[in-house]
């Protein structure tokens, strides 16, 4: 078993412009970003390389259509692929950096042979995915109307690059659904059967910081965010090493077929299911881990354990407000076929639950949140 594993080295810079400076970027890169990015805090430094920008491609979150897209278009002298951006960029990026690209589903379906072909740099500018430091990429396979993860230790990044100063524009929806994303990559891998007291210093620690933010901004209001960013990049950089080898596990597996298929961004699609599967876990298995992180939530929030994820809601509703599943247009009779996407093909994610969940359980989930 790992008991602990560092993947890649990260980099932190006060400003853009040290990063560009200390990584020597130009001839042989390419960056792929979003203009609204780039223009703000990269234009003016007239970088000497080709620049791609993901939405020429597409809105929303990344797809196997949206990657062969993209690729096509890459030139092919390049040795360094940098990807500035949130969740999509890095999961696009991870692919961009193999040996054999497209077809992208092909990679999904083990059709094609996983090699490091590029140097990879990923530097985040949402709070909340940790792909800097994981090796997974989710896309959307249009083809087969599902969202599927790849993990392979080809994709890890070589290094990771934390600037806190391009998280100040981020829009609060955004900061919203990617800290919750992150606040649940830190629940779940705490909870892992597969994690351990080191990965678990992580979960517990991004756990903390970004409840006490939370507290701050529903006592202070959203611009209390503000000056507590680089907390918040912590936070989800410390998250995404807590699920790196642990995973996660049941909340996202069932986020995925909501997130496909009504277009829901995936820390919100996250939060839907959040306190469902909590509430499924405890009612099967009330001690262990769980007990041991329920009173550690209360403890932040000043509560009970028997009202923890009440609370809890009541704290994160403050920053996102919670919807039932009818709420986003999903019909009742979608929800078994909902389940038995995720135990067909979720389970990479489904094997790392607190306790193992039945096609029963994931469809009672579903319909205890509708």
Same mark, same amino acid.
């Given at each position: ?5 560092? &993947?890649?080295?990260?980099? $932190? ?9 200390? *990584?020597?970027?130009?001839?042989? @890169? ?17 970088? @000497?390389?080709?620049?791609? *920008? ?51 589903? #092909? ?7 996983? %090699? ?9 500018? !949402? ?6 430091? !994981? ?22 990044? @070589? ?10 524009? =981020? ?5 919203? !659904?990617?800290?919750? #994303? ?15 007291? /080191? ?30 960013? %680089?907390? *918040? =990049?912590?936070? $989800? ?17 069932? /986020? ?13 699609? +996250? ?7 909590? +509430? ?31 609370? =809890? ?6 920053? =996102? ?15 078994? #076929?909902?389940?038995? $996407? ?11 639950? *607190?306790?193992?969940?039945?096609? &029963? ?10």
């Amino acid at each position: 078993m790992i008991e602990l594993q560092l &993947k890649p080295a990260i980099h $932190s810079f006060d400003t853009c412009r040290e990063f560009v400076e200390d *990584f020597k970027i130009g001839k042989g @890169d390419l960056i792929i970003t979003n203009q609204y990015i780039y223009d703000p805090n990269f234009k003016d430094l007239h970088l @000497d390389c080709p620049v791609i *920008f993901q939405e020429k491609y597409g809105l929303g979150e990344p797809s196997d259509e949206m990657a062969d897209a993209i690729y096509h278009d890459m030139p092919k002298d390049i040795t360094r692929i940098i990807g500035i951006g949130g969740g999509t960029i890095m999961d696009l990026c991870k692919l961009f950096a193999l040996e054999k690209v497209s077809p992208v589903v #092909d990679l999904f379906e083990g059709k094609t042979e996983i %090699k490091k072909g590029k140097e990879l740099v990923l530097v985040p500018t !949402t709070c909340g995915t940790g792909s800097e430091v !994981t090796n997974v990429s989710v896309m959307a396979l249009i083809s087969l109307n599902t969202k599927k993860g790849l993990a392979n230790d080809a994709m890890y990044a @070589d290094k990771g690059v934390l600037i806190a100063d391009l998280l100040k524009t =981020l829009p609060f929806k955004v900061f919203a !659904t990617s800290s919750i #994303d992150a606040l649940i990559h830190a629940v779940e891998s705490a909870l892992s059967p597969d994690s351990n007291a /080191s990965f678990r210093m992580f979960s517990y620690h991004a756990i903390e910081l970004i409840l006490k933010g939370y507290i701050a901004i529903r006592d202070n209001g959203q611009d209390a965010r503000i000056p507590l960013m %680089k907390d *918040f =990049l912590l936070a $989800s950089n410390w998250a995404g090493i807590a699920f790196s080898v642990p995973g996660c596990a049941a909340v996202h597996a069932m /986020s995925y077929p909501l997130g496909a298929k009504y277009h829901v961004p995936h820390g919100e699609s +996250n939060y839907a299911m959040f306190t469902g599967v909590m +509430n499924c876990y405890m009612s099967i298995k009330s001690d262990g881990e769980i007990a041991k992180l329920n009173a550690f939530i209360a403890d932040i929030l000043g509560c009970s354990t028997d009202n923890v994820y009440e609370e =809890l809601e009541k704290l994160l509703n403050n920053i =996102l407000q919670k919807k039932a599943l009818h709420e986003y247009g999903v019909k009742e009779e979608e929800l078994k #076929d909902f389940a038995q $996407s995720v135990i067909n093909n979720q389970q990479r994610l489904m094997k790392h639950s *607190f306790v193992p969940l039945t096609f &029963k359980d994931v469809y009672e989930i579903y319909k205890s949140l509708y």
